[in-house]
């Protein structure tokens, strides 16, 4: 199952930030992108929440833009999250690829089996609230974190 995501185009590169309006502003004036959507996802739009294998409720910023890839910015706001620990130990910088699945609950099952931890995830994000996310401790192996991005049904 890793190869299968990992033999994927990503979808998505996602970049930690301490503050999503200036590192916007910041990658505007480098390359010129305009078109970011700024949202808040956390407890009081998601559901099922989970860091490190225990419930959780933390919050985040994000900040989106293109699609090929798709640019996320993550700022993290509240609670623990795999957000603030790599805030912390790195700082800013590249955190994730995204790629897409079928099922998110699907993915963490298979790549549990091949030992490969999820530490992270959660459901409710979209317009309709499908979508669902999860993340995966592939940081030795690729030196980012890999994301499992099922999209809502919109």
């Known amino acids: 199952m890793i190869e299968q ?27 010129g992108i305009e078109d970011w959507v700024i949202v808040e996802n956390g407890p009081q739009n998601m559901h ?17 833009t293109g699609s090929d890839p798709q640019l996320e910015l993550l700022q993290p706001l509240e609670g623990p999250s795999i957000l603030a620990d ?7 910088g590249m955190h994730h690829m995204g790629v897409i699945v079928a099922s998110v609950d699907e993915t963490i099952a298979q790549l549990a089996t091949e030992g490969i931890k999820c530490v992270q995830h959660g459901y409710g994000f979209g317009a309709d609230g499908s979508g669902a996310f999860a993340y995966f401790d592939t940081e030795a192996e690729l030196g980012c974190l890999i994301e499992a991005i099922e999209p809502a049904n919109e």
């Open 86 to 92: 790599w805030l912390e130990r790195r700082g800013e």
């Open 5 to 31: 995501l990992l033999g994927t185009r990503p979808f998505q590169i996602g970049i930690v930030v301490r503050d999503v309006r200036e590192a916007a502003a910041r990658y505007t004036k480098l390359w």
């Open 48 to 64: 099922g929440l989970h860091y490190m294998g225990e419930p959780a409720d933390f919050s985040m910023r994000l900040a989106l």
